[in-house]
């Protein structure tokens, strides 16, 4: 592109045009992009419905007792549910909340 060597000053010509040119878009886009807070965003029409809210009691529940399981199919299957739950970890602690049948 050029014929010989460049001398020093007009290499610092190009780089000091060069940076100008890319500070110059960088304003511009930090200009832009300041001017998108006018922008007004999109409004959420809330509708009020005329239903009444029913509220769940609460239901007391009677603590779990492995002790009580008298099948031996699901002493089987809590034994094997708490051996597959604490298999990923050594120092797992292992609560049985409930145990239930299904059919």
Same mark, same amino acid.
């Given at each position: 592109?050029?014929?010989? !060597? $460049? &001398?020093?000053?007009? &290499?610092?010509? %190009?780089?000091? *045009? /060069?940076?100008?040119?890319?500070? +110059? =878009? +960088?304003?511009?886009?930090?200009?832009?992009? &300041? +001017?998108?807070?006018? =922008?007004?965003?999109?409004?959420? $029409?809330? =509708?009020?419905?005329?239903?009444? !809210?029913?509220?769940?009691?609460?239901?007391?529940?009677?603590?779990?007792?492995? &002790?009580? %399981?008298? /099948?031996?199919?699901?002493?089987?299957?809590?034994?094997?549910?708490?051996?597959?739950?604490?298999?990923?970890?050594?120092?797992?602690? *292992?609560?049985?909340?409930? =145990?239930?049948?299904?059919?």
């Amino acid at each position: 592109m050029f014929k010989g !060597t $460049i &001398s020093f000053m007009t &290499s610092l010509q %190009i780089t000091l *045009i /060069s940076m100008v040119v890319v500070f +110059l =878009i +960088l304003a511009i886009l930090a200009f832009v992009l &300041s +001017l998108f807070k006018y =922008i007004p965003a999109e409004k959420v $029409i809330k =509708i009020k419905k005329a239903t009444p !809210t029913i509220t769940p009691k609460k239901v007391e529940k009677e603590k779990f007792d492995p &002790s009580k %399981i008298k /099948s031996e199919e699901m002493q089987v299957a809590m034994m094997v549910a708490c051996i597959e739950a604490a298999e990923e970890d050594k120092d797992a602690k *292992i609560k049985v909340v409930g =145990i239930k049948e299904l059919n």
